[in-house]
Nanobody, 115 residues
Framework: QVQLVESGGGLVQAGGSLRLSCVAS????????MGWHRQAPGKQREMVAV???????VYADSVKSRFTISRDNAKNTIYLHMNNLKAEDTAVYYC?????????WGQGTQVTVSS
């Protein structure tokens, strides 16, 4: 079993920055990929950024050049650095990881960007 706990969300003005953190615990041996998704009110959950175990990254077009995904292996933590935030970035952000073929999700953290 894998547990994920996100933090770092909050209220920020447009143009501001936030850093989301996700701490993984439990049986994370064999972790193959990790990422961030988000879900805005009335919309489907969408991929924001993915980081594979090989170090490859994928970003949604809407966040390219503004968001950066990274990890700290020593702390079992992944981050999402968000710059130049826009009102349309408002959503609940979820951390997720793939471990030995199974997917796990955190509980989500709210990000609200005021225009």
């Amino acid at each position: 079993q894998v547990q994920l706990v996100e933090s770092g969300g909050g209220l920020v003005q447009a143009g501001g920055s936030l850093r989301l953190s996700c701490v993984a615990s439990g049986s994370i041996f064999g972790l193959s990929a990790m990422g961030w998704h988000r879900q805005a009110p009335g919309k489907q959950r969408e991929m924001v950024a993915v980081l594979t175990s090989a170090g490859n990254t994928v970003y949604a077009d809407s966040v390219k050049s503004r968001f950066t995904i990274s990890r700290d292996n020593a702390k079992n933590t992944i981050y999402l650095h968000m710059n130049n935030l826009k009102a349309e970035d408002t959503a609940v952000y979820y951390c997720n990881v793939a471990v030995r073929g199974a997917g796990y999700w955190g509980q989500g953290t709210q990000v609200t960007v005021s225009s």
